[in-house]
């Protein structure tokens, strides 16, 4: 469990000239969740290298520690995980934290398991909606019960023999495919997984790294009983972290930044095209592949962007983009209109009434729609106020950028929740405007 404490409120003052400088973002989340979990599957040593040192996966490997796995600790963020002998029933509750990643996918490797084990999470999570894993999960034979009529946090799982299934999912989800795909390796037959729209596919390049029996068509996934490779794994920087001095890097007049080892795979690059089609100035440079995954340096110099229309297509791509997004729309000339992005309401907080409540307190034209938000801009915003983070990281960080192009400085309540994903953002913000 992350230990988040309630501190003073978080100052952002102006800037007062362009950001610029050299940065490295923290390592991606989502390929840190899965290559504790996965190099757990290998049932061997697997030395991860630069695993990420945020809350959420810590939360990762402290459910896999309570399952029996040994977890060492190298210098600069290298770990190797050792799952020796396979998983143990775990002697207690395997808390999950705020981390939705961490509760669905090992809810999909524990199905498959010989034991009992309960997974549960903080306040936040155990509000988010789990039926959209233990419903499919079911369907494959799975003994997954929740509270709430089998919809919320605390999962109840008797691990037992699972059978591949066909399962067309009605939700964009990279966590409901990898829950699936997870079950799909300890079960008899082929599962195979469709979805509407590609999802972050972290899962199925780390497989088929892995040598895992998993085939991609398209959207069309089809995985078989499997048996890892125990390889070293090398985590790239966080593109959604990168997102935060993207966005900063565009609307701050006079501001150059490079970001190094961004993870660029492109079923996450949403933000850099839709800060393009904005007419942002970004630049890829030493593009290369390491261990499936596609990274390299992103250049941002500022420009004046222009409102667009961003359509549910892109949006699992951008998923965890659209709070700062919407702060780049207020200085963007005309409207953005976000559409397609429902699930948002079910993130650690619900990120369409988060954004649009706190960027209104600043003077944004932003108003709420079902599933999105629509943004007229540009808006000189104000600031002298206190914003919220709805005890969620994305909506303190976007909250911390907008204040950067305020008028007047802001404070943010609870701040610290950005340890969840990046600890050192106001380090990195505060070298960048000396
Ligand atoms: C994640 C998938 C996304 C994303 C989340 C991380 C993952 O959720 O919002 O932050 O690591 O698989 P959904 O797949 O439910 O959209």
Not at 87 to 96: G, I
Not at 181 to 208: N, W
Not at 366 to 394: A, S, W
């Amino acid at each position: 469990m992350v230990n988040i404490q309630v501190e003073k409120l978080k100052n952002v003052t102006p800037v007062t000239k362009g950001l610029n400088g050299t940065i490295k973002v923290p390592s991606d989340k989502s390929i840190s969740h899965r290559a504790a979990m996965f190099g757990a599957l290998t049932q061997q040593p697997v030395q991860i290298m630069n695993f990420s040192a945020g809350g959420d996966c810590k939360s990762t490997l402290e459910v896999l520690k309570g399952l029996g796995v040994e977890v060492t600790y190298q210098a600069e963020n290298n770990i190797t995980i050792f799952n020796n002998g396979g998983f143990k029933e775990p002697a207690n509750v395997l808390d999950a934290g705020n981390s939705g990643t961490t509760i669905r996918l090992m809810s999909g490797i524990l199905s498959g398991s010989n034991f009992y084990s309960v997974l549960t999470g903080d306040e936040s999570l155990r509000k988010r909606p789990m039926a959209r894993i233990i419903n499919p999960l079911s369907q494959m034979g799975a003994r997954i019960f929740a509270k709430n009529a089998n919809t919320k946090a605390p999962i109840t799982i008797i691990g037992t023999e699972l059978h591949g299934i066909t399962y067309n999912s009605p939700i964009a989800s990279a966590q409901i495919k990898s829950a699936m795909i997870l079950a799909g390796l300890s079960a008899q037959g082929e599962t195979v997984i469709t979805e509407p729209f590609k999802s972050r596919d972290h899962s199925e390049r780390m497989l088929q790294y892995l040598c895992a029996d998993l085939t991609v068509d398209d959207n069309k996934i089809t995985v078989k009983k499997s048996e890892l490779a125990p390889k070293t794994l090398i985590i790239p920087g966080d593109i959604s972290s990168a997102a935060f001095f993207l966005v900063a890097g565009a609307i701050i007049p006079d501001s150059e930044i490079l970001i190094k080892d961004v993870g660029l795979n492109p079923t996450r690059t949403g933000i850099i095209d839709i800060l393009k089609k904005m007419g942002a100035d970004i630049t890829i440079e030493e593009h290369r592949i390491e261990c499936g995954e596609d990274m390299g340096d992103v250049r941002i110099r500022y420009s004046q962007l222009k409102g667009i229309e961003i359509e549910e297509e892109i949006i699992p791509r951008v998923i965890d983009e659209l709070p700062i997004i919407a702060v780049a729309a207020t200085q963007a000339e005309g409207t953005t209109v976000i559409r397609g992005a429902e699930d948002l309401r079910h993130k650690e907080s619900d990120r369409i009434v988060a954004i649009c409540t706190e960027l209104k307190k600043l003077g944004a034209d932003i108003q709420e729609t079902p599933d999105g938000f629509i943004v007229n801009g540009k808006t000189k915003l104000k600031g002298n106020c206190i914003l919220n983070t709805y005890h969620d990281h994305r909506i303190a960080m976007s909250g911390y950028v907008a204040g950067l192009l305020c008028e007047e400085p802001i404070q943010i309540c609870e701040f610290e929740w950005v340890n969840i994903s990046f600890p050192e953002f106001p380090g990195i913000f505060e070298k960048l405007t000396q």
